[in-house]
């Protein structure tokens, strides 16, 4: 299901903390600015927050504004690809579930 206005959400900040390499701000960028696509309502917002919590660990907060709702995600993965698409598809199935 798909909202009727925009395909991608304009204002995505990724913030990387340290030792988190740079290409991650646009892999980042890439795969949550699409979401707002199965949003029931605008997105004109979201926020990434990239960290090394350990030595083997990257983490990804992301926070979706949702027309005023916010909706949160976070998870840990050895890659910042593998955390950002374990993000990005948990906010994908919950932005489905938001139609029903």
């Known amino acids: 299901m ?3 206005g925009a ?5 995505v900040v990724v ?11 646009q892999y980042a ?7 707002s696509r199965y949003a ?8 990434v927050r990239l960290t090394r919590p350990g030595p083997r660990t990257i983490a990804v907060q992301v926070n ?3 027309n005023g709702t916010s ?3 976070q998870a840990e ?3 910042f690809a593998e955390a950002i698409d374990e993000v990005h598809d948990q906010l994908h199935t919950r932005l489905l579930k938001m139609h029903n």
């Open 15 to 25: 913030e990387l903390g340290e030792r988190v390499p740079v290409e991650a701000r």
């Open 29 to 35: 960028h890439d795969k949550i600015a699409p979401l």
């Open 77 to 79: 993965a050895a890659t």
């Open 40 to 47: 029931p309502a605008p997105v004109p917002f979201a926020r």
């Open 64 to 66: 979706l504004d949702v």
């Open 7 to 11: 395909t991608e959400i304009d204002n």
């Open 2 to 4: 798909k909202h009727a």
């Open 71 to 73: 909706l949160p995600a």
